[in-house]
Every structure is written in C-alpha cells, then in structure tokens.
C-alpha cells in the first residue's frame, strides 16, 4: 500500500473512531479497525454487531465467573 | 474460501482483544485456568463464526445515507443536538474519502457501530434486570435465519432446559423461541459462566404472563404482527408487500385473502392503508404534472404546487424511514434476554396508526387537493387552495398556509413584477392579467384585460383593477409616451413600501403588504404619467384647441371661415376641391386671431371631407378634424373624434342657417334701393309688396330670435358650462382612466345639451328640419329681395332710357317692356307670398312641435332655453289657441 493509501487509510479510521466514541461503542481502536476490516470483507454488520455484544457479554461473564473463583 | 479464512482470522483476533486478560493469561499458559481460556476462547470463536456464518446477506437495504440520518435523529432523540452535529460533520468527511486505503463500505461500518451502541446503551438496564417495555404487545419474532441452529451452539446448549425438546417445524419455531424468552426473562441472565441470575419479582412474571397471552393470540393468524407491519409501511410508500397488495378493481390496498386474520386486524389494516391509497393519488399527480404533462397545460403556478406537494412527501417519507428502521432497529440477536428486552422497539399495527394519524390527516389533505386543483391552473389553482384554507382547524389552516405560500410564490414574483416594471412574465397565461394584441393607441382601453377565472380569491377585485392600471400605466409610459421617469417611481414606491428591492419579499397571507405595494405603486406612477400627460403632451392645451376650432369657441376665426368657404360650399359635393378648403381654411386662420396660436396646434387641424351622397351640398360634408397624435389618442379615440364630428356638424349647422340669416338681413334691411321702388310702383301691388315684405321681414325675425336664442343656449349653457366642470375635474385626475371618464362625461354633457343624445333624436330631428326650413326661407327672402332690386334696377334703366330717347329722340319700345315686368312682379309676388305662407305655417308647426318635445327631455339645462326662446310665453298662449294662431297665420296672406 502506498504512503497516500495509508494516509488515507489512517484517516478513515480516525473518523470512524470518533463516531464510535460519539456513539459511546467503547471500542478500542485495535478492535475497531479489526471490525471495520471484517466490514470490508463483507461481513454482515448486523451478525458483527451481534458477535461483538455476544462476546462482550461471555468475556463480561467470564470476568465475573473469574473473579467469583478467585474469591 | 481465502476469503473465508481472512475473516476467520479476523475474528480470532477479535475474540482475543475482547478477551485480553485471559488471552494473556493463556499466552501465558500459566496453570489449568489458562487452558479453560484456551476452550472458552476455541468456543467463542466458533460461536461468533457461527454467527456470522448464519446471515451472510444483510436484512436491511444498504443505505449510507438513511443509516446516517437514523443515527443522526438518534443523537437527537438522547438530546445530543450538538453531537448530532458533530456525527453529521465527521459523517462528511467520512464520505468525503475515497479511494484506494479508504472504507468501501460505510454503510456496514455505520450500522455496527450504531448497533454496538444501542447494546452499549441497553446495558445498563439489563444488568438491572428490567423487563422490556410492558407496552408492547409484539413478542419478538425470532431472528429470520439463524435459530433453527441456535440450540446446538454450546452457549445455548447451556441454556436451554426443556425448550430444546419442542417441535422444530420452522413455524413453531419462532413460538418456541418466543417461549424461550418467556423463560429466559424469568431466568434472566444467564451467564456462559454457569451463572443464573434470577429475579422472580412480581413485574417480571406479569411481563411473562402477557408475553404468553400474546402467543396464544398468534397461534389464530399464520402471519406475524411484524411481518404485516412491514407490509403496511410498505403499503404506505405505495409499494406492494407480501400479503398486502394493491387492488386495482377495488382501488384500494387489500390484504391477501387466504390470509386468516382476526377482524379488528383486518380493519386496522384497511384504515392504516388509506395513507397508502391516498399517497398513490398525490404521487400520481406529481409524476403525472411534472414527468408527462405539458409544460404549458401545468404551468408555474402548478408546478410550485407540485413542488410544495413534494416536499410534503419527502417529510413523509422521512418519517416512513424512521418506521422502518424502528421496524428493523433492533437486531434479531441470539440470546433471548435481549430479544426480550428489544421487544420494546417493535412497531405494532396500533403503534403505526398513532404514528400515521397526523401524516394521515396531511395525506387526506393532499389528496383533496389533487383532486380539485388538477384541471384548474395559474390563480385559480391559488385561488381553490385558498377556499380549502379557509378551515377551522388550525392544522389544515397552517398546512394550507404553507402549502399557499409556496404555491403562490410564482404568482406574487408576477404581481411585482407587473406593478413595478410593468413587464407580464407569464409564459403560461397563469397571471390574472392579460395582455392582448392591439396597436399603440389602443393599448389603455384594450392592451390588458383582467382575467377574472385566473383572479385568486385572495386578491379583492378593487386590487386586482389597481394592479391592473398601475401595470398598464407603466406600460403606457414606456410604448406610448417613450418615457423612462417610471421606474425612478417605481422603485421610490417599493422604497415607500417598505419591502427589500431584490427578493419578492411579498407571500401568501400578506395582502396587506401588497396592498401597501400596489397603492403605492399605483399612486406614484399615476402621478408621473398624469404628469406627462399634462406637461409633455399638453393635454390641456390640445382640449382648448378643440374647443375653440372643433367646438366652434374661436368666433373670429368661424366667421373668416364661413365667409371664405361659403362659395364653394354652395357647390355639389362632389366638386367641391377639398385642397382648395385646405387652402381657404389656412387663410382664414392667418386672418383671424387664430394665428397666434400654438403652431402644433394649428398643423393638426385639417379639413375633412364626409362620405357624401348623391345630391349633398359641400355644407352637408364640410367638417374640421383635430388630429390628436399618439398618446393621446388614447382619450381622444376615434370614437370620441367621431362624437366630436357629430356636434361640430350641429355646431356648423347651426351657425350656417345663423349666417345665413344675418346675410339675408343685408338684403332684407330698408335701404335706399327698396325706398326708391317703393316709389315707383303704384296701387295694388305696392300694397302687395309691402304685405308680402312685411311677413318676410316678421318671419325673419322670428327666426332670428329662435336661432340666435338657441346658439346663445349651446355656446354659454352647454360648452362653457361643461368645460369650466370639465377643467374641475381635470384637476382632481389622479390617473388617467379617470382623466378619460372626465372627459367622457365633459364629452356626453355637451351631446346630450346639445340636443344630439340617443334620448333626444326626434328634437334634434326637428331642429334640423327647421334649419332645413330657415334655408329655404332664406332662398325663398333672397329671391324676392331680388327681383324687387331687379325691377327697381330695370325701372332706373328704363327711366335712364327714356330719358336718353327722349334727349335722342329715338324711337324705342320701352312702356311694352315695362309693362310685362310689372305684372311679372304682381304675380311672382302672389306665388311667393303662398310660399311665404307655406313656409311660415310649417315652421310654426315645427317650431309648436320642438317646444312640445322640449319639456319631455330630462335634461334640467334644457329647462333654460325653454325660458330663454320663451320667455314672455308667446309659443306658451299661440300653442294654446292654436286654432286662432291658424286663422291669423292665414289671414296675413290673403290679399
């Protein structure tokens, strides 16, 4: 990829991550250019969004399932 | 299956940053804990490919711009407006990349991302453990593909108790689903970690218990509420759906017949789908009037319509777009907790009739419109929309009155234009005035017409005719009087008007303003043309002239005139030269004090010669014209001209028969020629002669007194009179139609005083035959006046004669000559006292005749020359002993 292509690239993916804080995803940007890389690839956003609250949810759990183990 | 493999890589990563403590830990592989990550991580991972795998197509239509709007009304529902700004500004420049390294497919990345922020947002409450909205009454569908494999997945292998073991029938499905959220609210929370959060609290069970009811309502109808939801909002938009489709012969949406739905959904339905079938109606008429009708069957005015109908429509649809992302909002997603939670967002069919109830009443106005408006056109398409806007309800009144202001835009843009420039910008015969092809001269009477179909009820009809004038007068200005001073007017009457120069700044609804604009317009622009009439084309000045030449005012000059042409009128009217005329016409105003005149006033005087018939006297077609040049045609019209010919015919008729009877007083008057024949004849016939002498001299002053009465009437009663109201009238003109009326009356005055109205026919009929009667008097006085002189001549010649014979003593025959002449004079005498007779028995009859008819006219001024021909009641008492007046008049004769 050229340097204009990764500039360009870069900024598209500094637009999108203010538009995620502004909708309070609490994504990271490593996760978001993850996702918008699935995105790219076609990925239906309707079953990515899903995923990504199914895995929140499991790591949530998990978290918790953890920390009731620990104590 | 690269492709494949990419996302699954992809998604590996993903399931490792959401799980960063534990994959580092596993990275780790610190103890049996990190190898239970390892497999929670292996299953996560299969789980979300599962996931995506079962929906590869997208359920939504890829809208960037919809999504966008959707996220953006999002922000602004939470009360984020500044936010919203923020969103819509990155959104622009998020578009605004492209090219190799930028995101292709925004609108995915938008959806996740508004998607992850609502389950962000639902969180919260979840962890709270609050039931969805008990208001709802859809049970949430199941998601459209992916279930059916949803029990295998390892999370919900975990999950489900004894659901797992019911009927998999693809339409049972979706009841087992919803029952599965049933439990699932009950449970809450059920946590892959084993963990169940229970809340069996008294709200939660009643949520379940109506969850239940509404399943066993569906267990009736084979369709989902939601799909038939989706089916209306299609419906809406004028789109066919699956069960509800458009019926041409019932023209009307019409859901589908072996569909088994209880009744009350039935109506629903149908009612809900009027805004569709009102919809086709108003979109028709717009594709209709700006896609395949003609330009100039629409017009301006119709096309603002249809744009204003448009714009109503795109509110329309905005709000259809909001439906249906509400209806698509939440998500189908695997577990069922959420699915009971969004449950909440689901639009009903009575959800959709609160939401469609305004739109509905908008539509129904729309489509009322369309219906009335669409072979109307121009101002009477305002003027309809006008009519309806008179409503009660403030709703219809406020969408009329926007939907007017926009309508009527075109049509106020031509109203100023007219009135300020004077220009018709009316491709389309749309404006209520009309302009019409006519010359110069006619342009004020006949150049605009108002076109009262085109006349929007709103503009009252005094307006409608000051905007006329005020257009026209502009008009006048520029083609007739070649002036420019106008627009300085006009633009001093927008600056006193108060309304900014450039922009039509005047609306629907502002009559006032208008009004303010056109007055003021109209005042000042009359003002200047009035002005110009006064002044540069010396209105005045030229009324004068016609006075003193047309109306016979200038004396000297009449009596030059008829003195010099009085010869050649005599002749047949066929050879009389009207170049000649012409000639004696410019000498008898270089003798009289006409000469003193405006020159331009005196170039358009001309001779002009009447059709003649055969037989006609150069008297009967002798007539002076007054050319009055172009602007001013415009009061002086050919019609008036002609008005004008007709009094100066009676006006030099009458001063004809007036000259000729001042003429025949040359003659008539005692002199010494009489004096000496009446010594030389002798007995009988001198008595005779003095008879006959005496009643040609008392009829001559008869009618004399008639004549000159009768001129002194029209001269001082009628034209002075009327002029001197005339100049007063002329002063208070504020603009020229009122100018024309004065004149107008000025000029009908005069005919009808002058006896020459339709009223007075059979008087002016009389008259003439009197004058007629005068003439022949005159001939008749003349003739008799000559042979006396000719007699008396001879008899001089003969005494002479005989005195030279005497003094010659040549024998000449002169007593057989004298002798015959004599007695010639005896019974030429005789005849024409009978004719003298004749002449006065039929002019006191006439004369009996016009005072009989004078009272009948209404005419009060006509009062005075009653009194004035009788005022020591002479007619008054012969008229009432006419037998006796008969006797007399026959009496003098005889001799």
Sequence with gaps: MDGAGLQKARESLDIVYLISNLLNTGLDRQTLSILVALCEHGVNPEALAAVVKELRREAAALNRGGNGQSS | MMEGEVVSGLVKQLVLRIFPSRSKSAEDGAGSHGEVVDDVVERAHKYAMRIIGSRIVPSLANDEAAMAESVKRQLVLEGRSSDALTFADLHRRFSSLSGAGSIENRWSVLYLLKAISEDQRREPSETRGIAGPLTSTISRPAALGGLAALPDSPVKARLSNGVSDSVYAPKRAQR????????ASEQESLAPGGMLLLSKDAENLKAAALREYVELNQEFSEVTEMALVRDVVYACQGIDGRYIKFDKEIDGYKVNDNLKLPKATKVLIRRLCEVGWLYRRVKEHITESLEQGPMEVIGTVGQAFCAALQEELSDYYRLMAVLEAQLHNPIPFMSTVEGAKGAGNYLSLRRLWVWLAEPLVRMRLMAVLVDDCKSLRGGAMAGAIHMHAQHGDPLVRGFMGSLLRRVCSPLFEMVRKWVLEGEIDDLYGEFFVVPQPVKAEALWREGYQLQTGMLPSFIPEPLAQRILRTGKSINFLRVCCEDQGWATAAADALAAAGTPAGGGGIGYGETETLEALVVEAAAR???????IIYDQYKFREHCLAIKRYLLLGQGDFIQYLMDLVGPDLSQPA??????????LLESAVRSSNAQYDDSDVLDR??????????????WDVFSLEYNARDPLTTIFTEFVMARYLRIFNFLWRLRCVDHALSA???TMKPNCSIARL?????????????AVMRRCQTLRNEMNHFVTNLQYYIMFEVLEHSWANFLDEMEEAHDLDELIVAHERYLSSIVEKAL??????????????????????????DRLYENAREVQTRGEIAARRKVKELQASVPYNTGFRKLPTVQLTKELLASMGEEMDVIAAEYSSLLEGFFAQLPVQQHVDLKFLSFRLDFSEFYTRQHMGTSTMHIKLKRTPKF
């Design chain 2, 605 to 618: 005087l001309r001779v002009r010669m009447m059709p003649h018939n055969e037989g006609d006297r150069g």
């Design chain 2, 664 to 666: 025949t007083w040359q």
């Design chain 2, 756 to 781: 020459l109205g339709e009223r007075s026919q059979l008087l002016c009929k009389t008259l003439f035959t009197l004058f007629d009667l005068i003439l022949r008097f005159r001939g008749l006085a």
């Design chain 2, 678 to 690: 009446w010594a030389s004849i002798d007995g009988g016939t001198k008595s005779q002669l003095a």
């Design chain 2, 574 to 583: 066929n050879t009389v030269s009207s170049f000649k005329l012409a000639g």
């Design chain 2, 176 to 183: 087992s689903a919803n029952l599965q959220k049933g439990y």
């Design chain 2, 525 to 531: 622009i009359d003002r200047h043309l009035i002005r």
